[in-house]
């Protein structure tokens, strides 16, 4: 059951992000080309889904735990490291390459383009280089 | 290349992106990072967190071909990015995400819909790195 309802949140997220524009690489890199051909209705995408997270885990966090049991995992650092910062900037270095984020290729997966299946596997290199380079600190999962 | 602006597609689409997110943290207790979801693919941790990220990416794949069902169109992409670009940002953002700890969906509505600090640094960070990158590969160099 909790795996059909896995299913099910991945559906929807899908459905939104292909709905949304986000899975299309000409639209987000219209989005970031201000200077160009600029195409804001990603701001549209980031408003939407904000409204909804911003009041629904509000909402969800009044229960004492989730529906298939163990205990609402949200990461609570607030340190500010060059990780953070140096990760985060090179994310956007390849966002702005490649045109899409993870978030947005799995669903784009489905539309059966080859593209995405290499971003993907680029992608999944990138995780494993990161294990590599850090091989002897044991550090936190990603969001 | 230009495309369509669409705030309602993109607002609309926003919404079941957050909807998804809500309902993961709602069942599962979870963050919705695919950065995260990937890395536990690719790096499993135990076999029970291994099936309800398989899952939810089983989803994901699956929205493109409902949406097809459901009105007889399926999402067009448009990737105008050379593959070995394909590959060099996904390298880049598979290892960014993981060492700054997530991505547009973790850091970007799950992080910021809880005002996480970390999150608050994060997306300033990889949406001016990502324009400035598509300012320069189109602008600079003229690609």
């Not at chain 2, 079941?16 to 941790?45: C, F, N, Q, Y």
């Not at chain 2, 990220?53 to 409902?66: D, T, Y």
Request: proline share 5%; aromatic share 8%.
């Amino acid at each position: 059951m909790k795996l059909v309802y896995a299913l099910f949140t991945g559906v929807v997220f899908g459905v939104g992000i292909a709905l949304s524009g986000m899975m299309d690489p000409a639209k987000v890199l219209n989005f970031f080309d201000i200077a160009g051909s600029w195409d804001p209705s990603l701001a549209f995408v980031m408003g939407g889904a904000l409204i909804v997270t911003a009041l629904g885990y509000r909402l969800v966090w009044r229960r004492k735990a989730p529906l298939f049991g163990g205990r609402f995992q949200v990461p609570t650092s607030t340190t500010i490291d060059a990780k953070l910062i140096g990760g985060s900037a090179l994310f956007g270095v390849g966002w702005g390459i490649a045109g899409f984020c993870p978030g947005a290729a799995i669903p784009a997966l489905g539309t059966g383009r080859w593209e995405v299946v290499l971003f993907l596997i680029a992608v999944a290199g990138g995780i494993i280089l990161r294990r590599v380079l850090t091989m002897p600190f044991r550090s936190e999962p990603a969001q | 290349m230009e495309t369509a602006f669409t705030p309602i597609a993109s607002f609309g689409g926003g919404l079941a992106i957050g909807l998804g997110a809500v309902l993961l943290m709602l069942g599962l207790g979870r963050i919705l990072g695919a950065t995260g979801i990937m890395s536990g693919l690719i790096l499993p941790e135990g076999r029970d967190e291994f099936a309800w990220r398989a899952a939810m990416v089983l989803g994901m794949i699956l929205a493109p071909g409902l949406i097809f069902v459901a009105t007889g169109t399926l999402p067009e992409i448009a990737v105008p990015v050379s593959p070995v670009m394909i590959v060099v940002g996904g390298v880049i953002v598979g290892l960014g995400a993981s060492l700054g700890s997530g991505c547009t969906s973790g850091h970007g509505v799950c992080g910021l819909s809880r005002l996480s600090l970390r999150s608050i640094v994060a997306v300033p960070t990889f949406m001016a790195t990502a324009a400035i990158t598509v300012f320069i590969i189109r602008h600079v160099l003229g690609a």
